[in-house]
Each structure stands twice: as C-alpha cells, then as structure tokens.
C-alpha cells in the first residue's frame, strides 16, 4: 500500500485545512487508517483514526471536537477535516496504515505504511 498525504499549508488560527490521505497499489478498504503528527522537538503522536468499515473513529483528546475523520473506500482516500487549528496544531501530518488488515493503528506500533507527510503551520 502506498499513500500520499496532502492538502497542508498554513492558515490563522480559528481557521480550518482539510487533509486527504489517497492510496494506491493495493485497496485500503480492509485496513484502518490513522492519522499522526510531529512538531519539532517532539515525538511522532496520534491524532484520529478511522475504522476500515468506517463506523468507528477515534481521536486524541487535544483535537476531539475540532477534528473529523471519514473515508471513501469506493475512492480509497480518507480525509482530516480540522477546525478551530490552534497555533499547537503546528506539525508535519502523516497518514498511516497498519501492517496487518483490520489492525487497530492507534499506536505507531504496527504500523506498516505510512504516507510522506503534510506540514500543517497555525499562526496566532
């Protein structure tokens, strides 16, 4: 599986970025998907992620609420739709995919595929 993160940039807090993780060289509809971020200086951390059925979702408490997650399996993409981006929010995104199928991918344990990352930059 290969994936390809997109859709950073920079925007004033308050404001909202949406993020889009496609796939390609196999189906993610069987795998669950993640998204994680580094800031500098810091640890790679999780931040939501999506069941490979799409009815479960999880989310870091610092972004329950101002985050969302949904996929399209039919496209093989899932996005991040962020709002209310805090100057905190400032980090290099990354989707990501666990080595096995129907692998939980709350962790960076497992995981098998990561995409190149998108820098998210927050202003105050």
């Known amino acids: 599986v290969q994936l390809q993160a997109s859709g950073g940039g920079l925007v004033q807090a308050g404001g909202s970025l949406r993020l889009s993780c496609a796939a390609s060289?196999?189906?993610?509809?069987?795998?669950?998907v993640g998204w994680f971020r580094q800031a500098p200086g810091k640890e790679r951390e999780f931040v939501a992620s999506i069941s490979w059925h799409g009815g479960a979702t999880s989310y870091a408490d610092s972004v329950e609420g101002r985050f969302n997650i949904f996929r399209d399996n039919a496209k093989n993409t899932v996005t991040l739709q962020m709002d209310s981006l805090k100057p905190e929010d400032t980090a290099v995104y990354y989707c990501?995919?666990?080595?096995?199928?129907?692998?939980?991918?709350?962790?960076?344990?497992?995981?098998?595929?990561w995409g190149q990352g998108t820098l998210v930059t927050v202003s105050s």
């Open positions: 990501a995919a666990p080595t096995i199928p129907y692998a939980s991918v709350k962790t960076t344990r497992g995981i098998g595929y």
């Open positions: 060289g196999r189906t993610v509809s069987t795998y669950d």
